[in-house]
């Protein structure tokens, strides 16, 4: 594969030292492995190739792999989610948690200036936060398969829809004409900043795009959904 390709993958990524399924794909894994969750929709995921949709370790992988090649690479810390870092743990008052009536225990997830962190301890009227993402330090093993490659220009909107918001084409209807891309949704709003990531990303990458028009379109009585 190349920069900039666009397919869909597969994938089960383990955590090295003990084994244990952090991300998959496939719905049938899942059950079997014991890690199903109905909240998740399951099935292969579209990305661009070298445009970081994915860690990096596993897409410099991608660009050693053709299509319907199945692969198991390792990824090592500093190309997966980074070493883990002190300076990533942080002592926040618990005062600034209360003002917000949050009140926080051991093991949650908070959220601090649009950073998650997970509680570790409370002592003092003070709270140990690590901000370090949950994998940092891991070395990784991923069990890669590259399903298929899309070329066709309509065909990758709907990749980058079903990436960034999750649409297919039952609520999106993509139309092209010279070379003015229209996107219909129906009953549904998209957020602006997941608008933005979508035209960001079509301009930067379909090059036969000069123009994008958004539509939402709603039935009588259909209240809009987010």
């Not at 993958?9 to 399924?21: L, P, Q």
């Not at 743990?89 to 997970?118: A, H, M, S």
């Not at 004409?177 to 549904?188: D, V």
Request: proline share 3%.
């Amino acid at each position: 594969m190349q920069k900039g390709d666009f397919v869909y993958i597969s994938y089960v990524g383990r955590i090295k030292e003990s084994g244990e399924i952090f991300d998959v794909t496939s719905e049938e894994i899942a059950k079997k492995e014991g890690v199903y969750n109905p909240e998740i929709k399951y099935g292969d995921i579209p990305i661009i190739v070298g445009a970081g949709f994915v860690i990096p370790g596993l897409d410099e992988e991608l660009e050693k792999m053709n299509v319907g090649e199945k692969k198991v690479v390792e990824i090592e810390p500093k190309r997966a989610f980074g070493e883990r870092r002190e300076d990533f743990i942080k002592l926040i008052p618990e005062t600034e948690f209360k003002k917000q009536n949050i009140n926080v225990k051991v093991g949650d997830f908070v959220n601090v200036n649009g950073i998650t962190g997970r509680v570790l301890s409370i002592n003092a009227g003070r709270v140990r936060v690590d901000f370090n993402h949950p994998l940092a330090g891991k070395a990784l093993v991923y069990e890669v398969e590259i399903k298929k490659q899309v070329t066709d220009a309509k065909e990758k909107i709907y990749a980058i829809l079903k990436y960034f918001s999750n649409l297919d084409e039952s609520v999106a209807n993509v139309k092209i004409e010279n070379r003015e891309a229209e996107i219909e949704i129906k009953g549904l709003q998209i957020a602006n900043k997941v608008k933005e990531n979508i035209v960001k990303t079509i301009f930067q990458w379909i090059k036969e795009i000069n123009k994008i028009r958004f539509s939402e379109v709603y039935e009588k009585g259909e209240k809009p959904k987010s």
